[in-house]
């Protein structure tokens, strides 16, 4: 009896290993693009998705900052509009109307100073909170007093002064 062992060359087995690694190769490298290429659309989608939950997010800070700034410039101007409805009535009385706005001031925090204006353009009476505003101003050059005397009112642009945000509102009283 012949014993025949069964045995494979070195070359044989680099051979059919190397028809199997050919094989797998391909499908190999094809799952690693397809999970690459899944990785990258599903970092954009949330990427997409996160740069629209901040827009989102900063549309409602705007709507709340708009309503909240609509109401307070709603009870800044009803406040002005009683100094205005009462500044005809009190100007003989200049005492009156000092008291008036020195309530006016004392109930709104945001109004630094509040000045009743002549038609002329001179200040008639002028009242600041931080004590006294530095004399009567002659306005009549002003555009915001211009405008004043057409009956409009005016919203300056914000300005700032010692890193505070400052406005000017015109409200007119025209008698």
Known sequence: MRTESVSRKPGQARQLFGRIGARLWVPFVIGALVSVAVV???VAVSVNRQREQTVEAQRA???RVEVA???FLTE???NLETVANVAPLSMEYGSVLQHII???LQDDPALMEV???ASSGLDQLRVSRFGAPGGLADRSG????QTAMTGREVFSPVA??????VMTVTVPVLT
């Open 40 to 42: 990258a659309l599903l």
């Open 61 to 63: 800070v705007v709507r």
């Open 69 to 71: 700034l609509t109401a």
């Open 76 to 78: 800044l101007h009803g």
């Open 102 to 104: 020195d309530g006016v």
């Open 115 to 117: 000045a009743v204006v």
């Open 142 to 145: 002003l555009t915001d007093f």
């Open 160 to 165: 700032f002064l010692n890193d505070l945000p």
